[in-house]
T-cell receptor, first 112, second 117 residues
Framework: GDSVTQMEGPVTLSEEAFLTINCTYTATGYPSLFWYVQYPGEGLQLLLKATKADDKGSNKGFEATYRKETTSFHLEKGSVQVSDSAVYFCALCDTGFQKLVFGTGTRLLVSP | SQTIHQWPATLVQPVGSPLSLECTVEGTSNPNLYWYRQAAGRGLQLLFYSVGIGQISSEVPQNLSASRPQDRQFILSSKKLLLSDSGFYLC????????????????FGQGTRLTVV
C-alpha cells in the first residue's frame, strides 16, 4: 500500500544552519505530496505541497521538489530560525484523492 | 470559513469501557473525513477515512470502528477499550480545491488525548 518514510529525528541545528529532512514515498499512480508542520502545543497545519513531478512547493523559506525518479520530496531551508522548531510530517494523497497517508514525523530543534 | 470541531479534548476511560469521539465540520460539503492516531515515535497513523455518508474505509484492524451518520459528522467508537488504545486522536477533513489533478489539503482538529487506565 501507499506509504511515506521520513528520516528519524530529532534533528538538532544551530540558528542559520541549512536544513534537509528526507522523505521518500511508495505509491501507485501519481500522488500529491505534502509537508505538514506541528508547532509545540498546536495542531497540524499545511506547510507546502506539490501535485505533479518536478513541481516545487515553497512557503516560509521552506522548499521541497517532487522527484518522481527518486520517489522523494525532501524538505529544505537555507537558514533555520529558533521559531522553526517543530515536528515536520511528510504526507501523500493517492491519485484518487481519497487517502491521506503521513510519515512518522521528524522533530526539528533549533538552538540560538 | 470552514471549521472543524473535535471533542472532548481529553478523556480518561477505564479498560473495557466504551468510547465515542465526535468530529464535525462546518462550512463545506461532502468532505473527505479522516481519523488518525498520533503515538509517540510512530507519527500519524491513519485509522479510518470516509468519502461520503455511510462509506468507511478501515486502514488498521483493531477494536475501533468509525461511522459517518451525516455528511459532516465523523464518529470514532469502541465497544471495549484496551490499554493500547491510549493515544492522541486527530480528526481531519479535505476537499478537492480544483485543477485538472486536484489540489486537496487536509485541515485538522485540535485532537483528543485519550488515556485508558
Amino acid at each position: 500500500g501507499d506509504s511515506v518514510t521520513q528520516m528519524e529525528g530529532p534533528v538538532t541545528l544551530s540558528e542559520e544552519a541549512f536544513l534537509t529532512i528526507n522523505c521518500t514515498y511508495t505509491a501507485t499512480g501519481y500522488p500529491s505530496l505534502f509537508w505538514y508542520v506541528q508547532y509545540p502545543g498546536e495542531g497540524l497545519q499545511l506547510l507546502l505541497k506539490a501535485t505533479k513531478a518536478d513541481d516545487k512547493g515553497s512557503n516560509k523559506g521552506f522548499e521541497a521538489t517532487y522527484r518522481k525518479e527518486t520517489t522523494s520530496f525532501h524538505l529544505e531551508k537555507g537558514s533555520v530560525q529558533v521559531s522553526d522548531s517543530a515536528v515536520y510530517f511528510c504526507a501523500l494523497c493517492d491519485t484518487g484523492f481519497q487517502k491521506l497517508v503521513f510519515g512518522t514525523g521528524t522533530r526539528l530543534l533549533v538552538s540560538p | 470559513s470552514q471549521t472543524i470541531h473535535q471533542w472532548p479534548a481529553t478523556l480518561v476511560q477505564p479498560v473495557g469501557s466504551p468510547l465515542s469521539l465526535e468530529c464535525t465540520v462546518e462550512g463545506t460539503s461532502n468532505p473527505n473525513l479522516y481519523w488518525y492516531r498520533q503515538a509517540a515515535g510512530r507519527g500519524l497513523q491513519l485509522l479510518f477515512y470516509s468519502v461520503g455518508i455511510g462509506q468507511i474505509s478501515s486502514e488498521v484492524p483493531q477494536n475501533l470502528s468509525a461511522s459517518r451518520p451525516q455528511d459532516r459528522q465523523f464518529i470514532l467508537s469502541s465497544k471495549k477499550l484496551l490499554l493500547s488504545d491510549s493515544g492522541f486522536y486527530l480528526c481531519a477533513w479535505s476537499v478537492l480545491t480544483g485543477g485538472a489533478k486536484g489540489n486537496t489539503e487536509a485541515f485538522f482538529g485540535q485532537g483528543t488525548r485519550l488515556t485508558v487506565v
